[in-house]
């Protein structure tokens, strides 16, 4: 974990042929909030709550699972007629102790609501926590930082050290840290406390993540996230006996649970 974050996950860029697009069927998730940010293409959101909302480049869905929520991601209908891009981060936060089984819900905070930062050569775009002298509107059940930043290269941007724990990713280009190169898709976890200065060595974008350091361990398996291995055994009885709710919408179809997923412990 780097903070909250206990998952993530850069998916494109790529591009879907006509009549094509992402199927990501209805499955269930628990005591996790999901947070998708887009760099190019869009997503339907439909979950069951009744939520049904498109997110596109520089906007926000936060997803609260607490004590169980169902939803599926699927490209819309305009972008299948037609083909289309697709690029963009989803990561998944722990929900911190006293607040892991909270009610489900969900944000869609727009990108004209999330705080730019722009010089010359850099845009940087503050989706979750306080950075760089703003604060995003994005709810925090945890101390949270995540923030998307484009930067030209030659340019600079320092790197707060006030998070507990904070990590960077390069998710396309070329940047160094403090002079040290970094390799792009791997996540660097920083040294706490200390100030550092991230570089584009090209034209960049590259992910700031992390907040505050959890006090209890969390356990992953497949969708499912919690500090008790008996809540996940349960998530996993319910989604088998069909004991979570259905997606409007998005009724005919849902994910299996897997025989044997990856499972992790943080």
């Not at 499955?27 to 069951?48: Q, W």
């Given at each position: 974990m780097v903070g909250?974050?206990?998952?993530?996950?850069?998916?494109?860029?790529?591009?879907?042929?006509?009549?094509?697009?992402?199927?990501v069927r209805p499955?269930?998730?628990?005591?996790?909030?999901?947070?998708?940010?887009?760099?190019?293409?869009?997503?339907?959101?439909?979950?069951?709550l009744g939520t049904f909302?498109?997110?596109?480049?520089?906007a926000l869905n936060l997803?609260?699972?607490?004590?169980?929520?169902?939803?599926?991601?699927r490209t819309p209908l305009p972008e299948r007629s037609t083909g289309s891009p697709i690029s963009g981060m989803q990561t998944w936060l722990a929900l911190p102790d006293g607040k892991e089984e909270i009610d489900p819900a969900f944000e869609h905070v727009s990108k004209e609501n999330l705080p730019l930062i722009e010089t010359d050569n850099v845009s940087a775009r503050v989706i979750m926590g306080s950075l760089w002298g703003v604060?995003?509107?994005?709810?925090?059940?945890?101390e949270t930082i995540y923030a998307d930043i484009l930067m030209?290269?030659?340019a600079t941007i320092p790197i707060d050290a006030d998070a507990d724990e904070r990590a960077i990713l390069v998710a396309l280009g070329s940047a160094s840290l403090n002079g040290e190169a970094l390799e792009r898709h791997s996540l660097y976890v920083l040294q706490p406390g200390q100030a550092m200065t991230l570089r584009a060595d090209s034209d960049c974008r590259v992910?700031?993540?992390?907040?505050?350091?959890?006090?209890?361990?969390r356990h992953v398996w497949w969708n499912f996230v919690s500090s008790s291995r008996d809540r996940i055994n349960q998530a996993k009885s319910d989604w088998k006996a069909g004991n979570f709710p259905l997606v409007p919408g998005d009724e005919?179809?849902?994910?299996?649970?897997?025989?044997?997923?990856?499972?992790?412990?943080?």
């Open positions: 909250p974050f206990i998952f993530v996950d850069q998916f494109g860029p790529d591009h879907f042929d006509i009549g094509k697009g992402m199927d499955h269930p998730h628990i005591n996790l909030a999901t947070v998708t940010y887009l760099f190019e293409g869009a997503i339907d959101h439909r979950d069951s909302a498109t997110i596109r480049p520089g997803m609260t699972a607490g004590r169980g929520i169902v939803h599926s991601e604060t995003a509107p994005t709810t925090q059940h945890a030209n290269a030659g992910m700031l993540l992390g907040g505050e350091d959890f006090a209890t361990p005919n179809e849902s994910i299996p649970i897997p025989e044997i997923p990856l499972t992790r412990s943080a």
